[in-house]
Structure formats: structure tokens, C-alpha cells
């Protein structure tokens, strides 16, 4: 299980970049994704998949978070193994447990959480009197008052990618980037539900799922 671990370097790497960054999210919620076009292959080829928990990682190889940051959150991976098992992605789960040397998922997703302070300025109009030719006028905009106010916004990153080899670098071959401001909106697992389902949706390769007999 030791290969798989530098694939935790990435999401901590991200959600670094996440902390450090002001992206200027004001709207309710956004969705991105993106996906390597070399790798089409590997997602029409792939079968199986598997996420990774907090608890196959040994304490010193966790990522280094900081408070406001968090990593394999079991209820967002809950939610991805839903997603990946239904369609347009339509992969059979390997449960984490199970993953051995010789029975090893085509692909791992992770997850990662992190919460960032934005900030910025709004404006609102403002009445006042002003004189004119023939006197004294209202003006019930006389002039934009700015008022700064800050923001808390969520981020959920899920990285998707193969199993590294040996000696090799882990790499994200599909990742998705929700953003949300915190305390609009719904809860925070439906926030969830939606995000993972519309980063799912975008599925390179989308196919149908077996049906049951």
C-alpha cells in the first residue's frame, strides 16, 4: 500500500494552493473540471477503482494540513463511491481493504476540504440633498457608499488517478474543484451530493452500467 501514498502529496500540494490563493469566488457555488485528453485511453480501459482513507495512511505520511483543511473526509468519500458506481462512470469498487498487490484498482480517488476567508467591497446608493438652479433637491442616490465585507468559502477537491509504480510520480489524470460560500444555501452534505455528482458528470469516458438481471 506505501506506492499509493505519494498520491496524498498531490491533494496537500492543492489544497496548499487552495489556502494561498484569492480566487475571488462570490457566487453561490461553482463546479470545475478538468481532465487530461492524453490519458483517454486509461479511463476507456479502466474497470475498477478505489478511494483513499485516512486510515491506510500511516500517521507521518498524512498530508500537513492546517486547521481549516482536511483530507479523506469519510462522508465525501461515501458520496464519490456512489458517483464512480453509477453512471456515466459506471466503475466496479474495490473496497480499500481489499486492494493488494495482486488485486489493485485501475484508478484511486481522494478527497480534500478547505475553508479560505475572501473578501471584498459592495456598494450601495445612498440619498442625499444637493443644490440646483431652482434650489434644494433630493437625490435619492446621491452618491455609491463602499462597505467591505468577507466571506467564508468551501472548497472540495477530488483528484482521480492510477496507482503509481514503483519509483514513479503519482499523477491526477482527472480532478474536480467545487466552491461554495459558507451558510448559503443547502446543508452541507446535499452541498456535497451536488458537487460530486456534477464533477462525476463530466466523466471523460461516460458509458451505461450493466443492467441487473
Known amino acids: 500500500m506505501l506506492r499509493y501514498l505519494p498520491f496524498t502529496l498531490i491533494l496537500a500540494s ?13 457566487q453561490t457555488g461553482s ?39 482536511m483530507a479523506f473526509n469519510t462522508m465525501v468519500n461515501n458520496v464519490i463511491i456512489e458517483a464512480m458506481q453509477a453512471e456515466p462512470v459506471c466503475l466496479t469498487l474495490i473496497p480499500t481493504d481489499e486492494v493488494t498487490d495482486e488485486n489493485k484498482p485501475d484508478l484511486w480517488a ?50 482521480v488517478g492510477p496507482p503509481p509504480a514503483d519509483g514513479e510520480e503519482p499523477e491526477m489524470i482527472f480532478a474536480g474543484l467545487a466552491q461554495s460560500v459558507v451558510g448559503t444555501g ?16 463530466q466523466w471523460p469516458d461516460p458509458r451505461p452500467c450493466p443492467q441487473l438481471p
Do not use: H
Open 14 to 26: 492543492s489544497l496548499f494552493g487552495l489556502s494561498c490563493s484569492n480566487t475571488g469566488v462570490v
Open 110 to 159: 481522494a478527497n480534500g476540504l478547505a475553508r479560505t476567508t475572501e473578501g471584498g467591497y459592495y456598494y450601495e446608493c445612498v440619498g442625499g440633498w444637493w443644490w440646483g438652479y431652482w434650489g434644494w433637491y433630493w437625490d435619492s442616490c446621491a452618491y455609491w457608499r463602499p462597505t467591505y465585507v468577507e466571506w467564508d468559502v468551501g472548497s472540495l477537491l477530488i483528484p
Open 31 to 69: 463546479v470545475e473540471v478538468q481532465w487530461d485528453m492524453d490519458k483517454i485511453g486509461e479511463f476507456k480501459t479502466a474497470q475498477t477503482f478505489s478511494v483513499l482513507t485516512a486510515d491506510i495512511v500511516p500517521p507521518e505520511n498524512l498530508p500537513d494540513l492546517d486547521d481549516e483543511q
Open 186 to 201: 443547502a446543508d452541507a452534505e446535499t452541498k456535497v451530493r451536488f458537487a460530486v455528482d456534477a464533477i462525476f458528470a
